[in-house]
């Protein structure tokens, strides 16, 4: 999932209340942002390796605004060993940020957290949609709508659900809160807290993935819908937006209805 679908989601599961989301935004897109000085992605989404026999972890820094990359890299963390790799990465261990984590504010503790819940059910959600049974054989395929890809064309193809979920997600916070979630109301409440929460550096590395597409987002300053075309994936992306908002909104649910079901199987 893409950091703009993160802060929508985020948005929404806030019920469109401003302050609280600006409490809590720079938290959410941290797991992110913080790669630009940490690199590799298990280290801050607590990925389990392929074989389950390890879990990546990290512990996050508490002073974000005076952080700099060297002291981030001195953090306490583990990358699990991986011997099999795949352009997709592995699924999000939940409880292993709230072992390692015990340490962070509630308002931080708990941005982050949601990061990785609305991770992890995006992901259980791609693996359902994309048959991805040979991501690791040496010359990995994959099947979208019964058509075959390689790594290159699966990362396409999962790009342009992200973009078409951001759209519909923006939709979604137009019409329940009148909302117009264009790029300049990204710079005006994501970027502009980000500045206020992150160093210099870090946000400039966060929010340059954070540009809308120009014809994504003259459709969405205009309030034009039109691109709304494929009801199939309107109607899947409504039941996965409404399933990642009703578990983010209510964290404990998510580990009772959802995680410790899936870890017991």
Known sequence: MITLQHSLCYLLA????????????AYCLLPDGIRAFIGARPYSHFEENPNQTDVSWYKFPINLKELTKEQALNQEKHLADIELKSCLGEMSQVDKFVETNHHLPRDYH??????LIQDYIFDEWIRKTIDCS?????????????????SNGIRG????LEQYGFYLLAYICFTNYGIV????????NVKSTLEKIYPKELVES??????IPDSINDMITKGDWSGLKF????????????????YTSNTNSFFNDVYNKRKKK
């Open 206 to 211: 966060t929010y340059k993935y954070m540009k």
């Open 231 to 246: 009801p199939k994936y309107n109607a899947e992306y409504g039941e996965l937006y409404k399933r990642i908002i009703t």
């Open 110 to 115: 708990e941005g982050v957290l949601v990061h």
């Open 181 to 188: 979630a264009n790029q300049e109301w990204f710079d005006k």
């Open 14 to 25: 806030k019920n469109g209340n401003m302050n609280e989301f600006k409490k809590g935004i």
């Open 134 to 150: 040979n991501k690791y054989e040496p010359n990995a395929s994959f099947v979208f709508q019964n058509q075959t890809y390689d």
């Open 157 to 160: 193809i999962i790009a342009d």
